[in-house]
T-cell receptor
């Protein structure tokens, strides 16, 4: 069974540009969550999607958005990139939302903004 | 909202010995879950162990066990018979309120295994 797949693995963007990251969950998993990991702030919850609906969102500006497709694949978009958006973006999938089902993480996308 | 604190940025242990990683948390919810995740250099977060707050019995998974002290809001991870493959960043995390705010992670502890 394939794990959570995140593409691309590495990305370099220029300040002011926008970027789209992709996450393919484990087959059968319908919930996808996104996290940002930086040395300074650590791991922070971005948002969670279930059945193509955003279930909740962390404390991030509106430049951060996402969506989920009918096959449960998810994308997150960051517009007007800032240097501080440089981070490892992790995606996690689970069968359903909630802490009582195990979340499986991908290997992340390393975004560098220059 | 919840907070998670890991006070040990780095720990070192000899191979085959036992090490304990500390974690304290705070939440106003009565129903919550606690987790320890491992992040090796490959960057992929791997669930090590999970504890439901309503369970008094400490969770165990092979060489990994927790000491869950609910009143003290403490959730430490004990790794027995440490192996070289245990070297990684370890993150303590909490989820409450039905998971509405996702997982809240601590800053992590870098575990070094000395051969």
């Amino acid at each position: 069974k394939a794990g959570v797949t995140q593409t691309p693995r590495y990305l370099i963007k220029t300040r002011g540009q926008q970027v789209t990251l992709s996450c393919s969950p484990i087959s059968g998993h319908r919930s996808v969550s996104w996290y940002q990991q930086t040395p300074g702030q650590g791991l922070q919850f971005l948002f969670e999607y279930f059945s193509e609906t955003q279930r909740n969102k962390g404390n991030f500006p509106g430049r951060f958005s996402g969506r989920q497709f009918s096959n449960s694949r998810s994308e997150m978009n960051v517009s007007t990139l800032e240097l501080g958006d440089s981070a490892l973006y992790l995606c996690a999938s689970s069968l359903i939302p909630g802490p009582n089902t195990e979340a499986f993480f991908g290997q992340g996308t390393r975004l560098t903004v220059v | 909202a919840q907070t998670v604190t890991q006070s040990q940025p780095e720990m070192s242990v000899q191979e085959a010995e036992t090490v304990t990683l500390s974690c304290t948390y705070d939440t106003s919810e009565s129903d919550y879950y606690l987790f320890w995740y491992k992040q090796p250099p490959s960057r992929q977060m791997i669930l090590v162990i999970r504890q439901e707050a309503y369970k008094q019995q400490n969770a165990t998974e092979n060489r990994f066990s927790v000491n869950f002290q609910k009143a003290a809001k403490s959730f430490s991870l004990k790794i027995s018979d440490s192996q070289l493959g245990d070297a990684a960043m370890y993150f303590c995390a909490c989820s409450s309120g039905g998971g509405a705010d996702g997982l809240t992670f601590g800053k992590g502890t870098h575990l070094i295994i000395q051969p």
